[in-house]
DNA sequence: CACCACCAAC
């Protein structure tokens, strides 16, 4: 047997930590005949790589029997860095005896991942010998934070230049949309490698160049992954889904990011069964899914409100430890809430610190789509007395709520506040929460007003609000002027004249609203499917409007559906005709109301779904106002609870009433 | 120790 020396034991040590296999290296290093500082320095190294055994780390250090080098030092540091925990890492880099180049750039890069950059600057202003390292570091700094100029600077100024100082400059150009300029500097950079070419590849991808993605693709002499799993990406984002597929299946390497890559081309196409087979696939053939792969699926689950599931993932993360990030962990709190389990979603919210805006925004917009104006205004009180920035997207969410709730008022100056908020910049989104909160509190005039003094063009969302607030109110000539501008906006869509010809029928102008009956049919409008969908057994089982045999145990579905009108008829109920109408643009060729999709999940549910627990059904359009009238009832009736999410927001049905008030 | 990919809210 040879003898093994010291430095391969050393070697086998950080293999071992570098492949999540820390038991295995704590033993090896327990076992190994001798131990010299390099054995100390794999340990710490080795332990700095997980958060939670970092105390470990820095115990380790305090206990090497030899003197410790820069290294041991430099290796916990990093390990501070990495977890961002900044504050440590400072106090560790004043009480080093020594530093090298290597310990001014670690921290320099901590400084620079949490966007200190000033600070960053002064280290490397006090740095005593400035490599090539360092300067790359700080340029590529003053890249992320947007500062391309003295990027610029300090890469003219740069003694040396190496491949990877020139690649930071290209992407620090393709990442602030100067792509132009990105080309020009690749074109005459001295030598390439791969990473070059996939930050020029990245940079068209970002400015939505897919045809010069693709060229420059073919132009390169080979094809790194994460060339590969950029151009998916690209595609993905062009709703090229084919092309990304095709990429998937002809890539003979793939890495996590591949398949994550697939995952979010799928979720993003809302090709949501492909992107759960995928992730499923992905764990089928061992591969450890990455914190990115489960952004997405956190994300699929969400869009399905497959609630188990996201338990299930939940739990995963927890043994992966990917509940330290803000991104995964955002994602979580949004999943939980398009779920419904807004408790959950709360808890989560609540344990994680420090949170980002993103975060905060997630839980206001949550509760603003579960009607819940309280709460969304308290999690916005809360958001400013944590001193937190608001930004625009919080304030969709808070005037959005008001907007659920009617709280006209609290609305009103919420929305003016903004205007002396210099930081918020007033957009088109913002302006049509404001005509929605006018028009739904009847306040039409005074919608219409706003719209005609606002800074920006009004977009199709907006008439649109105005639109639905003069069908509430039953206003016909302000939705006249609202269907004109909407016409010419959207020429194909049948939104517009379904509502006119509703509100002729609700304000008795019979006539027109047969002429406009007519019209549509007589005309090939753009009609989006309406679908309905539970989650039962760990399956999805989608229904379409008008579609009940394509279910395989439709025929106790329909003995249900009978069951409940004869409940329905009993109780008084009658089916408002006039939603037949409203529902030509929501459901395909609906043929009798009780075969919506919604009204089709709900009676599977009732006969699936254990008694006492909440039926949850999703719908992919607004609900329909009869399908609201009779799930009403049906709560009632059978004394179940159903919680109904539709494209807008959360229904909460429970004895004979809706959490929406009828008011949505 | 620096350069490329996979990443949350509307």
């Given at each position: 047997m040879p003898l093994r020396t010291t430095a391969s034991y050393n070697a086998l040590i950080a293999g071992y930590f570098r492949n999540h296999l820390p038991d295995a290296a704590l033993g090896l290093f327990h076992r190994m005949p001798s131990r010299d500082l390099g054995s100390y320095n794999a340990l710490i190294a080795g332990l700095s790589l997980r958060r939670h055994t970092l105390p470990d780390a820095a115990a380790a250090l305090a206990s090497i029997p030899l003197p410790p080098s820069v290294v041991s030092f430099t290796s916990l540091l990093r390990g501070y860095v990495r977890h961002?925990?900044?504050?440590?890492?400072?106090?560790?880099?004043?009480?080093?005896?020594?530093?090298?180049?290597?310990?001014?750039?670690?921290?320099?890069?901590?400084?620079?991942?949490?966007?200190?950059?000033?600070?960053?600057?002064?280290?490397?202003?006090?740095?005593?010998?400035?490599?090539?390292?360092?300067?790359?570091?700080?340029?590529?700094?003053?890249?992320?934070?947007?500062?391309?100029?003295?990027?610029?600077?300090?890469?003219?100024?740069?003694?040396?230049?190496?491949?990877?100082?020139?690649?930071?400059?290209?992407?620090?150009?393709?990442?602030?949309?100067?792509?132009?300029?990105?080309?020009?500097?690749?074109?005459?950079?001295?030598?390439?490698?791969?990473?070059?070419?996939?930050?020029?590849?990245?940079?068209?991808?970002?400015?939505?160049?897919?045809?010069?993605?693709?060229?420059?693709?073919?132009?390169?002499?080979?094809?790194?992954?994460?060339?590969?799993?950029?151009?998916?990406?690209?595609?993905?984002?062009?709703?090229?889904?084919?092309?990304?597929?095709?990429?998937?299946?002809?890539?003979?390497?793939?890495?996590?990011?591949?398949?994550?890559?697939?995952?979010?081309?799928?979720?993003?196409?809302?090709?949501?069964?492909?992107?759960?087979?995928?992730?499923?696939?992905?764990?089928?053939?061992?591969?450890?899914?990455?914190?990115?792969?489960?952004?997405?699926?956190?994300?699929?689950?969400?869009?399905?409100?497959?609630?188990?599931?996201?338990?299930?993932?939940?739990?995963?993360?927890?043994?992966?430890?990917?509940?330290?990030?803000?991104?995964?962990?955002?994602?979580?709190?949004?999943?939980?809430?398009?779920?419904?389990?807004?408790?959950?979603?709360?808890?989560?919210?609540?344990?994680?610190?420090?949170?980002?805006?993103?975060?905060?925004?997630?839980?206001?917009?949550?509760?603003?789509?579960?009607?819940?104006?309280?709460?969304?205004?308290?999690?916005?009180?809360?958001?400013?007395?944590?001193?937190?920035?608001?930004?625009?997207?919080?304030?969709?969410?808070?005037?959005?709520?008001?907007?659920?709730?009617?709280?006209?008022?609290?609305?009103?100056?919420?929305?003016?506040?903004?205007?002396?908020?210099?930081?918020?910049?007033?957009?088109?989104?913002?302006?049509?929460?404001?005509v929605d909160l006018l028009g739904r509190a009847g306040l039409v005039d005074e919608a219409l007003d706003l719209i005609n003094n606002m800074p920006v063009e009004p977009d199709a969302i907006i008439w649109g609000a105005l639109m639905g607030a003069c069908r509430m109110h039953k206003n016909a000539e302000i939705a006249e002027v609202a269907a004109k501008k909407l016409l010419e906006l959207e020429p194909g869509s049948a939104g517009p004249y379904v509502l006119l010809s509703h509100i002729y029928t609700s304000t008795g102008r019979w006539e027109d609203a047969s002429d406009m009956r007519k019209f549509i049919s007589s005309r090939n409008l753009n009609k989006s499917p309406g679908c309905s969908w539970i989650e039962y057994n760990k399956m999805v089982h989608l229904f379409t409007s008008g579609d009940v045999l394509s279910h395989p145990e439709h025929a106790i579905i329909l003995n249900m559906l009978e069951e409940l009108d004869g409940l329905l008829m009993e109780s008084g109920y009658s089916a408002d005709g006039s939603f037949v109408l409203h529902d030509v643009d929501e459901e395909q060729k609906a043929q009798s109301l009780r075969y919506h999709s919604e009204r089709q999940a709900v009676a599977y549910g009732l006969l699936k779904v254990p008694a006492g627990m909440p039926i949850r059904v999703m719908k992919n359009l607004r609900v329909c106002g009869d399908c609201h009238s009779a799930i009403k009832l049906i709560t009632k009736i059978t004394s179940r609870e159903i919680i109904l999410r539709d494209a807008n927001r959360f229904h909460h049905f429970k004895d004979g009433l809706c959490s929406c008030r009828d008011y949505w």
């Open positions: 961002g925990l900044l504050a440590d890492a400072i106090r560790l880099f004043h009480q080093m005896p020594e530093r090298n180049h290597v310990t001014y750039t670690v921290l320099l890069g901590g400084f620079l991942d949490a966007g200190r950059v000033n600070e960053a600057r002064k280290l490397f202003d006090e740095m005593p010998d400035k490599d090539v390292v360092a300067r790359t570091a700080m340029l590529s700094g003053y890249c992320q934070a947007g500062r391309i100029t003295e990027a610029r600077a300090l890469f003219d100024e740069m003694p040396k230049r190496n491949v990877v100082s020139w690649t930071a400059m290209i992407s620090g150009y393709a990442q602030n949309g100067k792509v132009i300029l990105a080309r020009k500097l690749f074109e005459v950079m001295p030598d390439r490698n791969e990473v070059s070419w996939t930050a020029m590849l990245v940079g068209y991808i970002q400015a939505g160049h897919v045809e010069d993605a693709e060229d420059l693709f073919n132009a390169m002499p080979d094809h790194p992954v994460a060339a590969c799993n950029a151009m998916m990406v690209g595609f993905g984002q062009h709703g090229m889904v084919d092309a990304a597929k095709a990429m998937f299946e002809r890539m003979c390497a793939r890495d996590d990011g591949t398949w994550s890559a697939m995952i979010k081309v799928y979720e993003q196409n809302e090709f949501l069964m492909e992107a759960l087979s995928t992730f499923r696939e992905m764990l089928c053939r061992g591969i450890r899914p990455n914190y990115t792969s489960f952004i997405s699926i956190l994300t699929v689950c969400a869009a399905l409100a497959t609630a188990d599931y996201g338990r299930e993932l939940h739990a995963a993360m927890l043994r992966c430890s990917f509940d330290t990030d803000v991104f995964a962990v955002s994602a979580l709190i949004t999943m939980y809430i398009k779920c419904g389990n807004l408790d959950k979603a709360k808890r989560v919210f609540n344990m994680f610190e420090p949170k980002d805006v993103v975060m905060w925004n997630s839980m206001i917009t949550g509760y603003a789509q579960h009607g819940l104006g309280e709460e969304a205004l308290g999690i916005f009180d809360d958001l400013r007395l944590a001193r937190m920035a608001p930004d625009g997207i919080t304030y969709i969410g808070v005037l959005t709520a008001c907007s659920y709730t009617g709280k006209v008022k609290e609305g009103r100056e919420i929305f003016n506040s903004m205007g002396m908020n210099s930081s918020i910049r007033l957009g088109a989104a913002h302006y049509s929460c404001m």
